[in-house]
């Protein structure tokens, strides 16, 4: 993902967090608050209770392989946060996939 399409300032996860809708999911939940650049941007977030480090980063490379696939998809300028639950290390690309797809089709940001 190229770096224009990431959230990477601290205070721009905060600012997601505080003022966005959250959409929730047993894998995935996704947060959706209006963007501040002239794309949209996701940021992830793999904490440890996902698992060790082995485990957080296959996590968030399933995690950012599938938001490439959305990125042109979403025409709206918005920031997008992506919170990995504990029991997403267990599951699967495509049981991820259908988690985030969840999240964004809630979010109205599919067409």
């Known amino acids: ?12 996860f905060k600012r997601v967090r505080q003022s966005g809708k959250l959409y929730a999911h047993s894998l995935v939940s996704v947060i959706v608050a ?3 650049s002239e794309a949209t941007r ?6 440890k209770a996902v698992g060790n ?3 957080r980063n ?5 995690i950012r392989a599938i ?19 504990s029991s ?10 259908q988690a985030i797809s969840y999240g964004l089709d809630n979010a109205k940001l599919l067409d």
């Open 1 to 12: 993902m190229k770096r224009k399409y990431r959230i990477t300032r601290a205070a721009d």
């Open 42 to 47: 996701f940021g992830i977030i793999v904490g």
């Open 34 to 36: 209006p963007g501040e």
């Open 88 to 97: 997403a290390s267990k599951a699967g690309f495509q049981e991820l996939f």
């Open 67 to 85: 938001t490439d696939q959305y990125i042109q998809q979403i025409n709206q300028k918005v920031d997008i946060l992506l919170i990995a639950k």
């Open 53 to 55: 480090a082995v485990v």
């Open 58 to 62: 296959q996590v968030k490379r399933r």
